[in-house]
């Protein structure tokens, strides 16, 4: 006896087997009722064994370990697990819900789109039932405990499904190749060995290794053990491929040791992102469910997940069994079972007869069939009681004679074999239908990819072998082949009388017969569809919602198909299917996010000075990724007193920004200055070595998108810098216009951000910390003038200075490689400890530039805002054949007068500080009022003692002097526009 | 002429649930095309629908087809998110989304078919400092022009959605949002199936699977078009083909400044309700509203190249899921359930191209991008006007294909520093 496992399910103890699914378990306790269906509330069991499964859905474990909609047939069990069911009220067993059943009458597809229409206001409150009526199980409420990872592989080969033809498949490549190919084989289960339809009593042979015969499942059991061995072929077990994307890129997800408790791991999932040369998919078959009047009741599986339950867990269903098919593959479950010793009362055919062999089996068996007959009813409520069958008439499929009435508590189905091509049909591979089983099976590739076995239509066992062989034997070099292995001729044969709506005596209207299981879309339902218009596959699809539930519609999609083609008599073919997208099984969100969260989450970037401000207890804005010094607050201070404090000492003393964030770009080659001509609106070409001009870059529209100063280093080599919130969209504009615009200048970009710092020295004293820094360079203006760039050793190390300025003061950023930034921070700080030296953040620095009328990009231009809309038309070379955005410039609407321009904006109260992002306008009226501009920036300065600010406003230029009004919520602030520069028009300081 | 539709509402569903539901008539006829027509609509999507709707209905042109290459409602209609605001910030759109917020507010009455326009709210959440003064200059514009739009500091954001993560110490915090409450969302489908059967009530032929092959233009005035299902005259055609409308332009030789991308978006399994407004957040770049069956709606952004293939890179997947977790960590053990691409048309300035053209009686309604849904009832408002009177309403006049000559531009990109 294998140990025994304790669950809970709904508070209630019971034990399972260690190789059990949660699914499995619950049978083994009889436990036949698992959950209630999404709009009529019906009881419902467990129909299928794997990823199909539409009905048995649980709320899997508490807290912040809770997963909602969890497939009871893909849990493994482990110790302690505690399920509960979901969408019921009070209880799974007497749910109120179940009212709509007895109401579904009132209810049929699309309902809701034909009422809760009156009274209009009212919609609101019917929503808030609806929206409480809907939804299955319950989200989370607490953060997830749990951990996820990606891995990235590549392979070789790539076999998808770990049944006979992906087990095939890895055992004929392995022994075909050379030792080097490497091949990853993943199959969902726990193990391999996947399910089998026609031919697990066949006996295989080989003329290699294994010698003589085995019986299938021998044989299986015998290639699990085999290739396991071997180091070239990689099997991930529990792990289902959920995406087939381009280029043969798949993801896969892995469940990590299943059979430990959630709270008793860390990682729990794991995304395989997977790149194969060629890919085997092996991903089997569904069993179809048969369409009938009330097929949904517990207690109802198919047939071959009913043959796994019983054969792989050793389980015996139900007391009387009946099997209803119209096809051989359910006699296998019917032959295992007799074998087993598990009574069936009978079997239901929907065909005239069955071959010789399986006939002679049954007779053996003594299990009666009755042959041309159909299930046409069912009762039982918590649980199947009894059915009810009738012979139909082989030609028009309608019912004939008398219902013959039957008990059974077990009833398995079987409507032949879907192939699973999800993942196919993702790859963008052609499918097309055959009709002799109503399967979509592959017919053309688009990917690097082979369909094998029930995936590709091949069903019996003969025939994958053969197909397995024929398929791969391109691939392999056939003489290193030491054992083909050969299976005999089997005896369940794929013959099958396909009848898409098992008929009724009733009237379809008052019948329940399930397609879509979870999301009770019966067989009426699509025909309501059909009969209001909606015609094409993806209206039904949408109108009745059928196979949009959690199983996707595996069980589902081609019993639709079916049926819309039987109602509206179209051929199936010429319905098509919906397209299958990813993922194939339903992903945890947590998985597709694997580590990059929390402080993985978009990585923070600091500069090589950032501890330095960590010590000095700097607050941090977000400035792109960048973390940037927002103030440095001394004591308890508050950001006004310490920005106030920071802009002082800037303009009365040394202020040393932290300015490395900013993008640099080297640019180098021979047609470097030409470059720089196209790129920014000013001329290049005479721009003298050792010189700085400041650029403003435009889109093709002619409006500003990024600003900067740029420096000749040498005669081909200039260093750009740019905003930072830009640097890296600068840097790709950059290279596509060089790489698709202008592939015959030579230039070459590098960024260069992150290898240096820039530290920014401002202030009326910044030329007496340089000169304490170099003694022996001459920092003076005659030597050193404003807009001009020295390569020099500080402190021996080789830094570039730029005498430049964003404050309005004189100013020197030292360029110095990254390493030694740190270093050279604290030296000026403590050199420069007689000027009241004094860092100082992003909003001391955007009041400084703003005293002084600089603009920010992104800040006072917003995608739509002309260099000449910032009155800077003497930036824009009237000279230049081209540069991008020169065209625009010239349109009716960008040459315009009176469009919205660049101002300076003073309250009349100098107290009040405006909103950034307010809007002005000329006359207070009633809503909606004319908007003439609104707020950029927005300070309080403590040199002009007064609040200030920035505005665009239309006309703004011809305005100045003019009072206008921001309209807050409560009140109206009387402003007056102005000049934008507030501070040293002249720019004495600058040049100082 | 179809006969009146009979309406719906829960007496008739009493009613014919009586006789099983087989007594229904279709929500629209599926007639052949006739020969000529006063009007014809290329594009049987929601705006195209709509167009011919309010032909119909505002215009007094009766015989009019809307011709649908596939199924009606099958492009971006049937594909987005369906986020309904208007809180835009130019007033050009402001003006233009506001009116169809306001055609959105009695849709379900108009159609006698309940599109379920659902006002839960609309939250843009503000992360940075640049993303506090966008916002806010948006929320400014929208209190001058009169459109609902509060400012919601952290705290209110917590209490009008207490499942948003407000942590301070995260690495995007949420600093404020602004909210306009009449906004929301609303059952995509439906909107379609409302207006074609609204359309198809008054006359209006809607031919599915008939695509356009050729639009025949004499002496500088359309006369028709060539389709698989044989010639159909006409003198009025507006093409509303979203990143097709292209492929038709060059038919007669007009560029379109189009570009057409592929947008993602995926849903969660259904869950009882959770997540009671829709959030949008532009920095981090997610928005996330639950559907009334319960499911999760989540958006993505565009990916970067041009396609047509409706499908994307799944490291936007990655990014967009990445950032509801990191919002709503809450959600980690929520599982995807579908996942599908649109193709979005963009010009130039995210906005719209609503527009007649040097043809005489060509016209074009295209470049929605990431935001056409919410415009739909207006969009097609408009546009019926334009092709009606030969003339844009005053709503549209500013989104005419003559300002990528002149200049005048609308432009939300830069501007809105939102995700449509």
């Given at each position: 006896?294998?140990?025994?496992?304790?669950?809970?399910?709904?508070?209630?103890?019971?034990?399972?087997?260690?190789?059990?699914?949660?699914?499995?378990?619950?049978?083994?306790?009889?436990?036949?009722?698992?959950?209630?269906?999404?709009?009529y509330?019906?009881?419902?069991?467990?129909?299928?064994?794997?990823?199909e499964?539409?009905?048995?859905?649980?709320?899997?474990?508490?807290?912040?370990?809770t997963e909602?909609?969890?497939k009871?047939?893909?849990?493994?069990l482990?110790?302690?697990?505690?399920?509960?069911?979901?969408?019921?009220?009070p209880?799974?067993?007497?749910?109120i819900?179940?009212?709509?059943?007895?109401?579904?009458?009132?209810?049929?597809?699309?309902?809701?789109?034909?009422?809760?229409?009156?009274?209009?206001?009212?919609?609101?409150?019917?929503?808030?039932?609806?929206r409480r009526?809907?939804?299955?199980?319950?989200?989370?409420?607490?953060?997830?405990?749990?951990?996820y990872?990606?891995?990235?592989?590549?392979?070789?080969y790539?076999?998808?499904?770990?049944?006979?033809?992906?087990?095939?498949?890895s055992e004929?490549?392995?022994?075909?190749?050379?030792?080097?190919?490497?091949?990853l084989?993943?199959?969902?289960?726990?193990?391999?060995?996947?399910?089998?339809?026609?031919?697990?009593?066949?006996?295989?042979?080989?003329?290699?290794?294994?010698?003589g015969?085995?019986?299938?499942?021998?044989?299986?059991?015998?290639?699990?053990?085999h290739?396991?061995?071997?180091?070239?072929?990689?099997?991930?077990?529990?792990?289902?491929?959920f995406?087939?994307m381009?280029?043969?890129?798949?993801?896969?997800?892995?469940?990590?040791?299943?059979?430990?408790?959630?709270?008793?791991?860390?990682?729990?999932?794991?995304?395989?992102?997977?790149?194969?040369k060629?890919?085997?998919?092996?991903?089997?078959?569904?069993?179809?469910?048969?369409?009938?009047d009330?097929?949904?009741?517990?207690?109802?599986?198919?047939?071959?997940?009913?043959?796994?339950?019983?054969?792989?867990?050793n389980?015996?269903?139900g007391?009387?069994?009946v099997?209803?098919?119209?096809?051989?593959s359910?006699?296998?479950?019917?032959?295992?079972?007799?074998?087993t010793?598990?009574?069936i009362?009978?079997?239901?055919?929907?065909?005239?007869?069955?071959?010789?062999?399986?006939?002679?089996?049954?007779?053996?068996?003594?299990?009666?069939?009755?042959?041309?007959?159909?299930?046409?009813?069912?009762?039982?409520?918590l649980?199947?009681?009894?059915?009810?069958?009738?012979?139909?008439?082989?030609?028009?499929?309608?019912?004939?004679?008398?219902?013959?009435?039957?008990?059974c508590?077990?009833?398995l189905?079987?409507?032949?074999?879907?192939?699973?091509?999800?993942?196919?049909?993702?790859?963008?591979?052609?499918?097309?239908?055959?009709?002799?089983?109503?399967?979509?099976?592959?017919?053309?590739?688009?990917?690097?990819?082979?369909?094998?076995?029930?995936?590709n239509?091949?069903?019996?066992?003969?025939?994958?072998?053969?197909?397995?062989?024929?398929?791969?034997?391109?691939?392999?070099?056939?003489?290193?082949?030491?054992?083909?292995?050969?299976?005999?001729?089997?005896?369940?044969?794929?013959?099958?009388?396909?009848?898409?709506?098992?008929?009724?005596?009733?009237?379809?209207?008052?019948?329940?017969?399930?397609?879509?299981?979870?999301?009770?879309?019966?067989?009426?339902?699509?025909?309501?569809?059909?009969?209001?218009?909606?015609?094409?596959?993806?209206?039904?699809?949408?109108?009745?919602?059928?196979g949009?539930?959690?199983?996707?519609?595996k069980?589902?999609?081609?019993?639709?198909?079916?049926?819309?083609?039987?109602i509206?008599?179209?051929?199936?073919e010429?319905?098509?299917?919906?397209?299958?997208?990813?993922?194939?099984?339903?992903i945890?969100?947590g998985?597709?996010?694997?580590?990059?969260?929390?402080?993985?989450?978009?990585?923070?970037?600091?500069?090589?000075?950032?501890?330095?401000?960590?010590?000095?207890?700097?607050k941090?804005?977000?400035?792109g990724?960048?973390?940037?010094?927002?103030?440095?607050?001394?004591?308890n201070?508050?950001?006004?007193?310490?920005?106030?404090?920071?802009?002082?000492?800037?303009?009365?003393?040394?202020?040393?920004?932290?300015?490395?964030?900013?993008?640099?770009?080297?640019?180098?080659?021979?047609?470097?200055?030409?470059?720089?001509?196209?790129?920014?609106?000013?001329?290049?070409?005479?721009?003298?070595?050792?010189?700085?001009?400041?650029?403003?870059?435009?889109?093709?529209?002619g409006?500003?998108?990024?600003?900067?100063?740029?420096?000749?280093?040498?005669?081909?080599?200039?260093?750009?810098?740019?905003t930072?919130?830009?640097?890296a969209?600068?840097?790709?504009?950059?290279?596509?216009?060089?790489?698709?615009?202008?592939?015959?200048l030579?230039?070459?970009?590098?960024?260069?951000?992150?290898?240096?710092?820039?530290?920014?020295?401002?202030?009326?004293?910044?030329?007496?910390?340089?000169?304490?820094?170099c003694?022996?360079?001459?920092?003076?203006?005659?030597?050193?003038?404003?807009?001009?760039?020295?390569?020099?050793?500080?402190?021996?190390i080789?830094?570039?200075?730029?005498?430049?300025?964003?404050?309005?003061?004189?100013?020197?950023?030292?360029?110095?490689?990254?390493?030694?930034?740190k270093?050279?921070?604290?030296?000026?700080?403590?050199?420069?400890?007689e000027?009241?030296?004094?860092?100082?953040?992003?909003?001391?620095?955007?009041?400084?530039?703003?005293?002084?009328?600089?603009?920010?990009?992104?800040?006072?231009?917003?995608?739509?805002?002309?260099?000449?809309?910032l009155?800077?038309s003497?930036?824009?070379s009237?000279?230049?054949?081209?540069?991008?955005?020169?065209?625009?410039?010239?349109?009716?609407?960008?040459?315009?007068?009176?469009?919205?321009?660049?101002?300076?904006i003073?309250?009349?109260?100098?107290?009040?500080?405006?909103?950034?992002?307010?809007?002005?306008?000329?006359?207070?009226t009633?809503?909606?009022?004319?908007?003439?501009?609104?707020i950029t920036?927005?300070?309080?300065?403590?040199?002009?003692?007064?609040?200030?600010?920035?505005?665009?406003?239309?006309g703004?230029?011809?305005?100045?002097?003019?009072k206008?009004f921001?309209?807050?919520i409560?009140?109206n602030?009387?402003?007056?526009?102005t000049?934008?520069?507030?501070i040293?028009?002249s720019?004495k300081?600058?040049?100082? | 002429m179809?006969k009146k539709?009979?309406?719906?509402?829960?007496?008739?569903?009493?009613?014919?649930?009586?006789?099983y539901?087989?007594?229904?008539?279709?929500?629209?006829?599926?007639?052949?095309?006739?020969k000529?027509?006063?009007?014809?609509i290329?594009?049987?999507?929601?705006?195209?629908?709509t167009?011919a709707?309010?032909?119909?209905?505002?215009?007094?042109?009766k015989?009019?087809?809307?011709?649908?290459?596939?199924?009606?409602?099958?492009?971006?209609?049937?594909?987005?998110?369906?986020?309904?605001?208007?809180?835009?910030?130019?007033?050009?759109?402001?003006?233009?989304?506001?009116?169809?917020?306001?055609?959105?507010?009695?849709?379900?009455?108009?159609?006698?078919?309940?599109?379920?326009?659902?006002?839960?709210?609309?939250?843009?959440?503000?992360?940075?400092?640049?993303?506090?003064?966008?916002?806010?200059?948006?929320?400014?514009?929208?209190?001058?022009?009169?459109?609902?739009c509060?400012?919601?500091?952290t705290?209110?954001?917590?209490?009008?959605?207490?499942?948003?993560?407000?942590?301070?110490?995260?690495?995007?915090?949420?600093?404020?949002?602004?909210?306009?409450?009449?906004?929301?969302?609303a059952?995509?489908?439906?909107?379609?199936?409302?207006?074609?059967?609204?359309?198809?009530a008054?006359?209006?032929?809607?031919?599915?699977?008939?695509?356009?092959?050729?639009?025949?233009?004499?002496?500088?005035?359309?006369t028709?078009?060539?389709?698989?299902?044989?010639?159909?005259?006409?003198?009025?055609?507006?093409?509303?083909?979203?990143?097709?409308?292209?492929?038709?332009?060059?038919?007669?030789?007009?560029?379109?400044?189009l570009?057409s991308?592929?947008?993602?978006?995926?849903?969660?399994?259904?869950?009882?309700?959770?997540l009671?407004?829709?959030?949008?957040?532009?920095?981090?770049?997610a928005y996330?509203s639950?559907?009334?069956?319960?499911?999760?709606?989540?958006?993505?952004?565009?990916?970067?190249?041009?396609?047509?293939?409706?499908?994307?890179?799944?490291?936007?997947?990655?990014?967009?899921?990445t950032?509801?977790?990191e919002?709503?960590?809450?959600?980690?053990?929520?599982?995807?359930?579908?996942?599908?691409?649109?193709?979005?048309?963009?010009?130039?300035?995210?906005?719209p191209?609503?527009?007649?053209t040097?043809?005489?009686?060509?016209?074009?309604?295209?470049?929605?991008g990431?935001?056409?849904?919410?415009?739909?009832?207006?969009?097609?408002?408009?546009?019926?006007?334009?092709?009606?009177?030969?003339?844009?309403?005053?709503l549209?006049?500013?989104?005419?294909?003559?300002?990528?000559?002149?200049g005048?531009?609308?432009?939300?990109?830069?501007?809105a520093a939102?995700?449509?």
């Amino acid at each position: 006896m294998s140990k025994k496992i304790s669950f809970t399910f709904d508070g209630k103890k019971y034990f399972g087997n260690e190789k059990d699914t949660l699914a499995s378990a619950l049978l083994r306790n009889g436990v036949f009722l698992v959950g209630r269906s999404f709009k009529y509330h019906r009881p419902r069991g467990i129909l299928a064994s794997g990823s199909e499964e539409p009905n048995a859905l649980v709320q899997l474990e508490s807290q912040g370990f809770t997963e909602p909609n969890v497939k009871a047939t893909e849990v493994l069990l482990y110790e302690g697990l505690k399920a509960n069911s979901q969408n019921n009220w009070p209880s799974l067993k007497f749910d109120i819900g179940s009212v709509n059943n007895f109401l579904s009458p009132f209810f049929p597809a699309g309902f809701y789109y034909k009422t809760f229409m009156w009274p209009p206001g009212l919609w609101k409150k019917y929503e808030f039932f609806i929206r409480r009526a809907a939804g299955l199980g319950k989200s989370p409420k607490e953060n997830d405990p749990n951990e996820y990872e990606h891995v990235h592989y590549h392979c070789d080969y790539l076999i998808v499904g770990g049944g006979v033809s992906g087990m095939l498949a890895s055992e004929i490549l392995r022994q075909g190749s050379n030792e080097n190919i490497k091949i990853l084989l993943i199959d969902q289960n726990n193990e391999l060995g996947g399910n089998f339809n026609y031919g697990t009593e066949q006996r295989i042979y080989t003329k290699g290794i294994v010698n003589g015969d085995e019986a299938y499942s021998g044989w299986i059991q015998w290639l699990k053990n085999h290739i396991k061995k071997y180091f070239n072929l990689k099997i991930l077990n529990s792990t289902s491929v959920f995406a087939y994307m381009h280029n043969n890129y798949l993801l896969a997800i892995q469940n990590i040791d299943p059979q430990i408790s959630p709270q008793n791991k860390t990682l729990r999932q794991r995304i395989w992102k997977i790149r194969a040369k060629k890919v085997i998919l092996a991903t089997g078959s569904f069993e179809r469910p048969l369409v009938f009047d009330n097929n949904d009741r517990p207690g109802i599986l198919l047939a071959n997940s009913a043959k796994q339950y019983m054969e792989k867990y050793n389980l015996k269903l139900g007391k009387k069994t009946v099997i209803f098919t119209n096809n051989d593959s359910a006699y296998q479950t019917a032959n295992f079972m007799f074998r087993t010793g598990i009574p069936i009362e009978c079997v239901v055919d929907l065909r005239e007869k069955i071959n010789p062999y399986l006939q002679k089996l049954m007779d053996i068996a003594k299990i009666p069939i009755h042959f041309g007959h159909a299930i046409t009813d069912t009762s039982g409520w918590l649980r199947i009681k009894s059915i009810k069958i009738n012979k139909i008439d082989g030609k028009t499929n309608k019912i004939i004679g008398k219902a013959i009435n039957i008990d059974c508590d077990n009833l398995l189905i079987s409507g032949g074999w879907n192939p699973n091509v999800n993942l196919f049909s993702q790859s963008r591979g052609k499918l097309i239908y055959r009709d002799l089983d109503g399967c979509f099976i592959p017919q053309e590739s688009f990917q690097n990819e082979i369909s094998i076995g029930a995936c590709n239509g091949t069903f019996e066992l003969e025939n994958i072998f053969k197909e397995a062989y024929k398929k791969l034997e391109h691939l392999i070099n056939p003489e290193l082949l030491f054992n083909k292995f050969y299976c005999e001729e089997t005896t369940y044969k794929e013959n099958i009388k396909t009848i898409w709506q098992i008929p009724s005596s009733k009237p379809l209207g008052k019948t329940k017969m399930f397609v879509d299981f979870q999301n009770d879309v019966t067989s009426k339902d699509i025909k309501l569809a059909l009969s209001e218009g909606y015609r094409s596959i993806e209206h039904i699809k949408r109108y009745t919602t059928t196979g949009m539930a959690t199983d996707q519609g595996k069980t589902s999609n081609v019993n639709a198909l079916g049926i819309i083609s039987k109602i509206s008599n179209r051929p199936i073919e010429e319905l098509g299917t919906t397209t299958f997208r990813l993922p194939y099984t339903p992903i945890t969100f947590g998985a597709i996010a694997g580590r990059n969260i929390k402080d993985f989450f978009d990585l923070e970037r600091t500069t090589p000075i950032h501890e330095w401000h960590l010590k000095r207890g700097a607050k941090f804005e977000d400035v792109g990724q960048w973390k940037r010094p927002w103030y440095y607050p001394i004591k308890n201070e508050n950001m006004q007193k310490a920005v106030n404090r920071e802009v002082e000492a800037t303009r009365n003393g040394i202020g040393i920004l932290d300015a490395s964030t900013l993008g640099k770009i080297d640019i180098k080659g021979r047609d470097a200055s030409e470059f720089l001509n196209r790129v920014y609106t000013n001329a290049w070409t005479k721009l003298e070595i050792g010189k700085c001009r400041y650029g403003l870059m435009l889109g093709d529209d002619g409006m500003v998108i990024d600003d900067g100063v740029t420096s000749r280093i040498g005669k081909n080599h200039y260093v750009m810098s740019t905003t930072t919130g830009n640097a890296a969209s600068v840097m790709s504009k950059l290279e596509d216009w060089l790489q698709t615009e202008w592939p015959d200048l030579k230039v070459f970009l590098t960024s260069v951000t992150e290898q240096f710092a820039t530290i920014s020295i401002n202030g009326p004293y910044s030329e007496k910390l340089l000169n304490k820094l170099c003694p022996k360079e001459d920092f003076s203006n005659n030597n050193f003038p404003h807009m001009s760039f020295k390569e020099i050793n500080v402190l021996g190390i080789s830094c570039r200075i730029m005498r430049i300025s964003f404050t309005g003061e004189k100013c020197y950023e030292i360029n110095i490689p990254s390493n030694y930034a740190k270093n050279l921070w604290e030296i000026c700080f403590d050199l420069g400890k007689e000027y009241n030296i004094t860092p100082y953040g992003t909003e001391a620095m955007h009041v400084l530039r703003a005293e002084k009328g600089f603009i920010i990009v992104g800040q006072e231009t917003d995608g739509s805002v002309t260099p000449i809309d910032l009155d800077m038309s003497w930036i824009v070379s009237k000279k230049k054949y081209d540069f991008i955005g020169k065209r625009a410039l010239f349109r009716s609407d960008t040459i315009k007068k009176g469009r919205k321009q660049l101002v300076g904006i003073l309250t009349t109260n100098p107290d009040i500080i405006l909103e950034e992002g307010s809007q002005i306008v000329e006359k207070i009226t009633k809503k909606p009022m004319d908007m003439i501009g609104h707020i950029t920036s927005s300070y309080y300065s403590p040199n002009l003692k007064r609040s200030f600010a920035l505005g665009l406003v239309k006309g703004g230029l011809d305005k100045k002097g003019l009072k206008m009004f921001v309209p807050m919520i409560n009140k109206n602030i009387e402003v007056e526009i102005t000049n934008p520069v507030f501070i040293d028009p002249s720019n004495k300081r600058l040049i100082a | 002429m179809n006969k009146k539709p009979k309406k719906y509402s829960v007496f008739s569903l009493i009613k014919n649930a009586f006789t099983y539901h087989e007594n229904w008539q279709p929500a629209w006829r599926s007639p052949e095309p006739k020969k000529e027509y006063d009007a014809i609509i290329i594009g049987g999507g929601g705006h195209g629908l709509t167009t011919a709707y309010y032909l119909a209905k505002n215009h007094d042109l009766k015989n009019i087809a809307v011709i649908e290459k596939g199924w009606i409602g099958g492009g971006n209609t049937g594909r987005n998110t369906t986020i309904i605001r208007s809180n835009y910030l130019w007033d050009q759109s402001a003006a233009l989304y506001e009116h169809a917020l306001k055609l959105w507010e009695s849709m379900s009455q108009e159609l006698n078919y309940n599109v379920m326009f659902s006002q839960r709210g609309v939250m843009n959440v503000a992360h940075n400092l640049h993303d506090v003064r966008e916002l806010k200059r948006r929320w400014h514009s929208n209190r001058l022009n009169d459109i609902d739009c509060e400012w919601l500091d952290t705290n209110q954001v917590k209490k009008f959605c207490p499942i948003i993560n407000t942590s301070q110490n995260i690495r995007y915090p949420v600093l404020g949002a602004t909210l306009q409450r009449r906004a929301g969302t609303a059952r995509h489908d439906a909107v379609a199936w409302g207006y074609a059967r609204g359309a198809d009530a008054m006359g209006v032929d809607i031919i599915q699977n008939c695509e356009v092959t050729n639009i025949i233009v004499q002496n500088g005035q359309v006369t028709g078009i060539e389709t698989n299902k044989g010639k159909i005259k006409s003198k009025k055609i507006g093409v509303v083909a979203a990143g097709h409308s292209s492929v038709i332009a060059n038919m007669v030789g007009i560029r379109l400044p189009l570009e057409s991308r592929p947008l993602q978006a995926l849903v969660s399994e259904p869950v009882k309700p959770i997540l009671d407004t829709v959030v949008m957040s532009n920095t981090i770049h997610a928005y996330v509203s639950q559907s009334d069956k319960g499911e999760l709606v989540i958006g993505a952004g565009t990916d970067s190249y041009t396609s047509y293939t409706q499908r994307g890179g799944f490291n936007i997947v990655e990014d967009t899921v990445t950032a509801i977790v990191e919002l709503f960590p809450l959600f980690s053990r929520m599982k995807m359930l579908r996942h599908w691409g649109g193709i979005v048309d963009i010009c130039p300035d995210a906005s719209p191209i609503i527009s007649k053209t040097h043809i005489n009686g060509l016209f074009f309604n295209c470049g929605w991008g990431t935001g056409g849904f919410k415009a739909t009832p207006g969009s097609g408002w408009v546009f019926a006007h334009t092709i009606a009177n030969n003339e844009p309403h005053k709503l549209n006049e500013p989104f005419s294909i003559n300002r990528f000559s002149s200049g005048e531009l609308v432009d939300e990109h830069g501007a809105a520093a939102v995700a449509h």
